[in-house]
């Protein structure tokens, strides 16, 4: 009875401190990974682009041309006018039907996707036609 004043501060006091393991055990180890993560990829297109052979770097940086192109052509231009540009609209007319933004983003990882799948296949192809053939045996 006489301790009524104190709840307040405890309850603080103990959501604080499930907050904070919250915090550290889970979102800052995360975070962390997610830094890792984001490192590699930038190294790894660092190397890309420094590689010698000028067919690899062109093709890496035509990739990376297109997709910056299509994030324009999708993301960028719904945030700049707050509508999903009307060729997107006639060609899929389901994306009416959803927010600008979901549908531009959607639009974007799509795309994105077929354009990595695309480049992909290209370099695949490039490395076969690269490839030393085997000598004819008589």
Avoid: N
Avoid at 65 to 94: E, S
């Amino acid at each position: 009875q006489q301790a009524q004043f104190l709840k307040p501060t405890v309850i603080t006091l103990v959501y604080g401190l499930g907050f904070g393991m919250v915090l550290v055990l889970l979102l800052v180890p995360s975070l962390i990974a997610i830094q890792y993560d984001l490192r590699r990829r930038r190294l790894a297109l660092k190397r890309a682009l420094a590689m010698r052979v000028r067919a690899v770097r062109a093709g890496v940086l035509l990739a990376l041309v297109a997709i910056l192109g299509w994030l324009g052509a999708t993301m960028g231009l719904t945030l700049a006018t707050g509508a999903l540009p009307h060729p997107f609209l006639t060609t899929l007319p389901a994306l009416a039907e959803l927010p600008p933004l979901v549908a531009a983003l959607g639009l974007y990882v799509a795309g994105a996707a077929a354009l990595v799948v695309l480049f992909l296949v290209l370099a695949a192809l490039w490395r076969l036609r690269r490839r030393p053939q085997p000598a004819a045996q008589p």
